[in-house]
């Protein structure tokens, strides 16, 4: 396998980045960089740690990196991750109030304590850790649920202060969507598979309304509509395919969507394969709404679509 | 009327679906069965998940129907989780 860590690679402008990954010979990963400067999304940094953690430390090769910011890497923990001795010599700085360093969870335990003690790393207000602790707890306990990931979910976050906001990395090295989807439903490709997932009511652990006792198929369309009521970025990679919800407009009234498809978004079916998911967020502070005012949005547009879903399903009468 | 207290069991963010299932399972669950009401009192939580809620009620609703509201009663919620129990209790009683 190949990745190129490149000059830049966020939520907006990530698709070459994805587009360069190459997923061929899994038994040995090549990181090379962008020699002069490298600021990337902690989704970046989640997948290429991701990556390492299935490959024999001897068969990891990663160039020196020379660029100035490469020390962003270091604090992250990536080196510490691919076991490498990066060479550089940085001060540790307190991680306080600007990120939290790549992290694997493996246990429902785990996870319990990250989420505890990664909101005083971010200086956050209730107010604004509310939808990012909500975010985190969902997304790793899919991974931990469904993925099959031997490895656990890998987890990053950053907060840009310059514009005020957090960027989430969560990515696995599992079976992906398209396989946990179609437990229950058929989806013929990795696209299909990821807009199932985010429709609301749709788990692959039943094809029942209202999901089992333990799944109801709503987690990925809550955090859809975190970002899009936010106006953020919200992108899942999972097979050959991705899924980005665009930033919504500032002017337009807030209407969340059950289909992901009525949602201005981008999508890819043709990207190098990913074996799992990775999912990057993007919450900025100064839009945050109110968790409550989202939550009013969520309860009509999930009621309306088990309506829709019932009456899709309905038998006509036949007239003869 | 057995009172389930929440947060010594899952603390401040109510999150842990493992958690959720064994306090359906080994509380709420045999005290309906006993014909007793059941109420889940959230005081000391800020927030929760529709996950956890979910767990935590879906299945009861299932078994009991949506009789079973008039015996379930959420106590010292938080307006945001007072907004996420009604989404679940809503869309199950919908399916």
Redesign the interface.
């Known amino acids: 396998m190949k990745i190129y860590l490149p000059h830049s690679a966020f939520l907006g402008n990530i698709d070459p980045f994805l587009a360069a990954f190459d997923p061929s010979h899994k038994e040995k990963l090549e990181i090379t960089a962008n020699k002069n400067w490298i600021f990337v999304h902690p989704v970046v940094l989640a997948m290429v740690a991701a990556l390492g953690l299935t490959v024999y430390r001897k068969n990891i090769k990663c160039e020196k990196i020379v660029a100035r910011s490469g020390h962003y890497l270091e604090r992250m923990g990536l080196f510490k991750f691919l076991d490498i001795k990066s060479g550089m010599k940085i001060t540790e700085h307190d991680p306080s109030g600007r990120f939290v360093p790549l992290t694997q969870i493996k246990t429902?335990e785990q996870?319990?304590k990250f989420?505890?003690e990664m909101i005083p790393l971010l200086h956050l207000e209730?107010r604004h850790a509310?939808p990012i602790?909500?975010i985190i707890?969902?997304l790793v306990?899919n991974v931990l649920?469904h993925a099959r990931a031997p490895q656990g979910a890998i987890v990053s976050a950053q907060y840009h202060a310059k514009n005020k906001t957090i960027r989430i990395g969560i990515v696995d090295r599992g079976s992906g969507i398209k396989s946990t989807i179609n437990q229950s439903w058929d989806a013929s490709n990795d696209l299909e598979a990821i807009k199932l997932a985010l429709m609301p009511?749709v788990t692959g652990t039943t094809k029942?309304?209202?999901?089992t006792?333990?799944?109801?198929g709503?987690?990925l369309f809550?955090i859809k509509s975190i970002a899009y009521v936010n106006r953020n970025f919200f992108m899942i990679y999972s097979g050959n395919a991705m899924y980005k919800l665009l930033k919504r407009s500032g002017a337009k009234k807030i209407m969340l969507h059950a289909n992901p498809n009525l949602d201005r978004h981008s999508e890819r079916n043709n990207l190098p394969y990913w074996d799992g998911t990775a999912v990057g967020v993007d919450i900025s502070l100064d839009t945050t709404q109110e968790?409550?005012a989202l939550?009013?949005l969520?309860?009509d547009t999930?009621?309306e679509a088990?309506?829709e879903r019932?009456r899709n399903r309905y038998k006509r009468a036949k007239f003869i | 009327m057995v009172t389930i207290e929440l947060f010594p069991l899952v603390g401040g963010f109510a999150e842990n679906k493992d958690i959720a299932r064994d306090i359906r399972r080994d509380q709420i669950l045999p005290a309906l069965k006993n014909g007793e009401s059941v109420v889940l009192d959230f005081s000391g939580i800020e927030s929760t998940t529709q996950s956890f809620v979910h767990s935590l009620i879906s299945d009861v609703m299932r078994e009991y129907g949506s009789d079973v509201m008039d015996k379930l009663v959420f106590k010292n919620c938080s307006e945001t989780i007072q907004k996420i129990i009604s989404i679940v209790v809503d869309y199950m009683q919908q399916t």
């Open positions: 429902s996870l319990t989420l505890t209730p509310e602790k909500y707890s969902e306990r649920e009511g029942r309304e209202g999901g006792e333990q799944n109801a709503a987690g809550f968790f409550t939550l009013d969520i309860r999930y009621s088990v309506k019932k």
